[in-house]
């Protein structure tokens, strides 16, 4: 380019006005999902490349206190692509990967709203081959896989275990860690996904008086069902375990102040059981199927004949405003959680009377819970101190480990979930930034 050229360059650049940068709608969702984490008050931990937190779907989850931000952003994304055509789902910066391990040049998942298809694999770092022993790690915990994952979601059926990630229903081979198939999916509320039979049932909407839940193949996570739950007056907005499955496979749903009944083979819901006091906050069902155990937005428990719809008892904790969550019926009684960061805690009522309520656990705080879960037989109760497992029919402690902290920051573990014999946990460490799906060894006494 001579003088001359430069000059009616330069002449025209200033004339011309240069266009506006394009806004994509990612860019839009993750401004979102920034704006909602400040008003959390939390600092998105500063990752490294390759650690969780830092260009991976499903990192920067660390703590519950992340999903609503997390998945306010995938929603606007989602909405934001229906009016042209697609649903897209974003769960960061960086697009998901085959199943094949190759980076796609795409962060988004087209699929029907009638029947979405299986998207694409979130990115992570894969499995962790061969396992990497975690430092000071209690019952030889070794990390299988580094993906950031929600918190009390990790659950397992024959040969699988399933999570959500932001944006993300997903499969995990037990064996090496791997991802083998994802859905788009974003959590309306904190509940484990309910195996029942070949289908993984999640709840799709939970918020006034809509209650949808979502039936997903056990193999191929496509999306088979979709069952729309009549709700008595307001669903509660503080619950929590609202979903779980009982005697015969049905599938139990807290729908303000009844609880529905579905069958899981015909998607329809098949009896709906009135409660006298609600909304219903958390529901359980007895291992023979004779009771059915709600919770209310206040401190009581309740009990109802789950063949008459006939109130047998309740009971409750006068003065005690907080209410009982993620319930959990054993042949022994009821376990479940009361009160929100560093004062939830784990409690056992045996025979379902909460006025002899045994606490078990302290607040993990930090964001983190401490929920109970019973797998293989045996009620486990993690968080950031310790990591127990119980008795299902006694609530007695069979044994305690603690939980060891990274340079005075905690360590978390939890959902701890039983397959093929083996034993598997979600673990979090704040200071390394480390997070993924970890085996464990538990001693013997855990067996029962």
Excluded at 237 to 250: P, R
Excluded at 408 to 428: D, F, K, N, P
Aim: glycine letters at 12%; charged letters at 10%; aromatic letters at 6%.
């Amino acid at each position: 380019m001579n003088t001359e050229e430069r000059q009616l360059s330069n002449m025209l650049r200033r004339v011309t006005p240069e266009p506006p940068s394009r806004v994509t709608v990612e860019d839009v969702a993750f401004r979102l999902a920034n704006q909602a984490a400040g008003s959390r008050r939390h600092r998105e931990p500063r990752g490294r490349p390759g650690s969780p937190g830092h260009g991976s779907p499903g990192r920067g989850s660390w703590g519950r206190g992340w999903a609503p931000a997390l998945a306010a952003a995938a929603s606007v994304i989602v909405v934001a692509g229906a009016s042209a055509g697609i649903a897209t789902v974003v769960t960061s910066h960086r697009g998901p990967v085959s199943s094949a391990g190759g980076a796609s040049p795409s962060a988004s998942v087209s699929t029907s709203a009638s029947s979405p298809a299986p998207s694409q694999l979130p990115t992570s770092e894969g499995p962790s081959s061969p396992p990497e022993r975690v430092a000071n790690g209690m019952w030889g915990a070794e990390l299988i896989t580094r993906d950031t994952f929600n918190q009390d979601s990790l659950t397992s059926g024959p040969e699988s275990l399933y999570a959500t990630a932001p944006g993300y229903l997903v499969r995990i081979n037990p064996a090496n860690g791997e991802i083998v198939n994802s859905a788009p999916y974003i959590p309306s509320i904190a509940n484990l996904p309910i195996i029942t039979g070949n289908t993984v049932w999640v709840v799709a909407s939970y918020a006034g008086r809509s209650v949808v839940l979502h039936g997903y193949d056990g193999k191929t996570l496509a999306q088979v069902a979709s069952v729309i739950v009549p709700v008595a007056g307001q669903v509660s907005t503080a619950a929590s375990g609202v979903l779980t499955t009982g005697s015969g496979g049905y599938l139990y749903v807290a729908a303000g102040r009844s609880v529905a009944v579905v069958n899981p083979s015909t998607h329809q819901v098949i009896k709906q059981i009135s409660v006298s006091a609600g909304p219903v906050s958390s529901v359980a069902v007895a291992p023979d199927g004779s009771k059915l155990y709600v919770s209310t937005s206040t401190f009581d428990l309740l009990i109802y004949n789950l063949a008459t719809g006939a109130k047998l008892g309740s009971s409750a904790i006068p003065g005690l405003t907080s209410t009982a969550g993620n319930l959990v019926a054993t042949s022994g009684g009821v376990w479940g959680t009361t009160g929100v960061g560093m004062t939830e805690s784990a409690w056992f009522a045996p025979d379902a009377d909460l006025t002899r309520l045994v606490r078990l656990s302290t607040g993990a705080g930090a964001g983190l819970s401490s929920v109970p879960v019973i797998s293989g037989g045996t009620v486990w109760i993690g968080g950031s101190h310790t990591l127990v497992c119980a008795n299902p029919a006694t609530g007695q402690v069979l044994k305690s480990v603690t939980i060891p902290t990274d340079g005075s920051v905690v360590e978390y573990v939890g959902s701890v979930t039983i397959t093929g014999g083996r034993a598997y946990a979600y673990y979090l460490n704040y200071r390394s930034q480390q997070a993924g799906v970890v085996a464990l060894t538990p001693p013997g006494a855990c067996s029962g």
